[in-house]
């Protein structure tokens, strides 16, 4: 239980680490790359608006676009940047420029986008190439806005890339050393904080196991004395006769209770199957007998019990709990099952396994309560708790008797169909 439960725990904390690791390494890596981009989006513009006037220059001087040597291009005084073109190369960035029909008149530098001629005005980006288009105007008093064609700009983008790619690899690798560490962490909390849930726990089932013990005694000779004054009933008042009979009744639903309470604290003491020298049991048999014991119970209310067990099969355990494990499941069968229903026992034999299936056509079992059922002293509703020498035990010690033995119980139910109880075992090698 306490393993099942710390596990849960690691697993949670470790769910919201990764979480919260995955969520600030998204958006620290989504911020950086926009910054980064945009940081190449705004050199790509000014480039773009600096080199927009060797287009204008072009008509005037040939080689305002070919040359090679840094330019004085403000000639006019109009405070524009000169641009060093041969700079272009060691930047990694390109020039082209087109005229107003979206022909090539020339281009500069080594990243040239493979995107063909597009008057987009937009950033885009294409296989590693980030351009940007703008429209180059002349403004002259007597004409006004005229259109003198186009400039592109393209920058490549495979070292941001590479730059952004060594970043993730570096938020993988810190996020590993975090989730190792994040692991150890956690095991260790995950401990602490369960140990001194488990040390009360383990006092309560002591106190569980002290007290059901020391209240044998006095509940057998309650029981004794009562059996005593009954044998004598000329001795007893008529007006005390109803009386008796319901201490009497209530002291055997204590005593199995307080039986119930230590069975239990018996198999919570049982850590390991193997510490106890188990016999071989004929688990046919011991079915087949358990049928025939309950059989009249059935036929009373008008129940067919069939078995379906057809196979010789031996385990290791106690014949004694074993006959209890199934008797509890079988009386849980008949009792929910109404009047011309159907209760099978089937016996089933697997590679190392053996499952043996209790399966009624009774009331059926919610979804929402099935993995409550197991749970000592639940009960689904008031009108299971009026059930006559219940306790709300049955299945509880029906499981400790199956993990004890080394096995499990699984149950699958539909509400106003049935229920089928299955228990494997190990079988006796």
């Not at 919260?20 to 998204?26: A, E, P, R, V």
């Not at 730059?163 to 150890?184: C, K």
């Not at 020391?214 to 000779?221: A, D, K």
Request: hydrophobic share 40%; proline share 3%.
């Amino acid at each position: 239980m306490f393993q099942a439960l710390g596990r849960r725990l690691l697993f949670s904390y470790l769910g919201v680490m990764v979480t919260i690791w995955g969520t600030s390494t998204t958006f620290v890596y989504h911020f950086l790359s926009y910054n980064l981009y945009q940081k190449i989006d705004s050199e790509i513009i000014n480039l773009a608006n600096a080199a927009s006037h060797n287009l204008i220059a072009a008509p005037v001087d040939k080689k305002a676009i070919n040359t090679r040597i840094p330019r004085v291009l403000d000639n006019d005084n109009d405070g524009d940047l000169d641009i060093p073109w041969q700079d272009l190369r060691e930047n990694h960035q390109g020039v082209e420029w087109f005229d107003v029909n979206g022909r090539l008149l020339a281009k500069a530098g080594n990243t040239i986008s493979r995107m063909s001629f597009t008057a987009n005005f937009n950033v885009s980006q294409y296989q590693k190439i980030r351009s940007i288009t703008i429209p180059v105007y002349l403004h002259s008093l007597s004409v006004g806005k005229e259109l003198e064609g186009y400039v592109r700009v393209s920058e490549s983008t495979e070292e941001l890339e590479e730059e952004l790619d060594r970043l993730l690899w570096g938020f993988e690798l810190g996020g590993l050393i975090v989730i190792i560490l994040s692991a150890f962490g956690g095991w260790w909390l995950t401990r602490q904080s369960l140990q001194p849930i488990e040390q009360n726990i383990q006092q309560l089932k002591q106190f569980t196991a002290d007290a059901s013990h020391e209240l044998r005694s006095p509940l057998t000779i309650i029981k004794t004395s009562v059996e005593v004054i009954m044998n004598y009933p000329e001795r007893v008042h008529p007006a005390n006769v109803n009386k008796l009979e319901a201490i009497s009744s209530a002291t055997n639903q204590m005593t199995q209770l307080v039986e119930d309470l230590l069975l239990l604290a018996r198999t919570d003491a049982v850590t390991s199957p193997q510490v106890i020298e188990w016999i071989s049991i004929p688990l046919d048999e011991l079915l087949e007998d358990l049928v025939d014991f309950w059989e009249p119970q059935a036929v009373s209310k008008e129940i067919t019990l069939k078995s379906k067990i057809s196979s010789e099969v031996f385990i290791k355990g106690e014949a004694i709990q074993l006959k209890r494990l199934f008797s509890n499941l079988l009386q849980n069968a008949l009792y929910y099952t109404p009047k011309g229903g159907t209760v099978i026992v089937s016996l089933v034999q697997l590679e190392r396994l053996v499952a043996i299936n209790v399966q009624d056509t009774g009331i059926g079992i919610a979804p929402e309560h099935l993995p409550l059922i197991f749970n000592r002293f639940w009960r689904a509703d008031q009108a299971r708790s009026q059930r006559e020498g219940g306790l709300g035990l049955g299945l509880a010690i029906a499981d400790a008797i199956a993990r004890t033995h080394g096995g499990d119980i699984t149950v699958t139910s539909e509400v106003g169909v049935g229920s089928c109880f299955q228990v494997r075992l190990p079988l006796a090698s």
